[in-house]
């Protein structure tokens, strides 16, 4: 009986650190102090007022500023139809999207990068969440933590690094992300 919690242990320490060795350039990781306590959750602020794409401020603020864990409802992102008109019409000019950190303002991810946006759609959909390829990360405000969890330097939880058979994968919650520029 003892026997099975300790190999849980190990196992699970195992995945942390295959998931820790993981984070090589041009992934940059980042470790606990990151989200710390704060005056507001994680971060300094809490979330900005006017969220893009009609993301709920409350769902938000509990996603990014009071979890550590946690992720909006699968397919989220795909009941906003702000957000998938704003990706057809970019879409028809190829053009990419900035995703801006929903506290800060600053720029967190710019999709797509070498694929297409029926790529990015595609891979979004299997796994439910916005997801993002190491080339579309603004590394200057991202970081990877030993766990996997992924989160901006203002100390926003964004989602976590769920690998793939194609490399790592940022699995973003739509409500991290959805934040309006702020000039830095």
Not at 63 to 86: K, M, P, T, V
Not at 103 to 124: C, H, I, M, Q, Y
Request: aromatic content about 8%; charged content about 25%; some cysteine.
């Amino acid at each position: 009986m003892i026997l099975f919690p300790l190999l849980l242990c190990l196992v699970l320490l195992s995945l942390s650190r295959a998931i820790d060795s993981d984070c090589t350039a041009p992934c940059v990781p980042g470790d606990e102090d990151i989200m710390s306590k704060k005056e507001h959750g994680t971060s300094a602020v809490p979330v900005q007022d006017n969220l893009r794409w009609g993301c709920s401020k409350t769902l938000a603020d509990r996603i990014c500023n009071y979890n550590r864990h946690y992720a909006e409802d699968s397919g989220y992102w795909q009941h906003s139809s702000e957000f998938l008109a704003e990706i057809a019409e970019l879409k028809k000019n190829n053009e990419s999207m900035q995703f801006f950190d929903s506290n800060t303002g600053k720029l967190l991810f710019t999709a797509p990068k070498s694929r297409t946006w029926d790529d990015f759609r595609v891979e979004s959909k299997s796994h439910g969440w916005p997801s993002f390829r190491d080339e579309e990360v603004n590394w200057k405000n991202v970081r990877v933590l030993p766990d996997g969890e992924t989160v901006s330097l203002a100390g926003t939880h964004l989602g976590h690094n769920l690998p793939d058979k194609k490399g790592r994968r940022y699995c973003i919650n739509l409500v991290s992300v959805a934040g309006r520029q702020i000039e830095e």
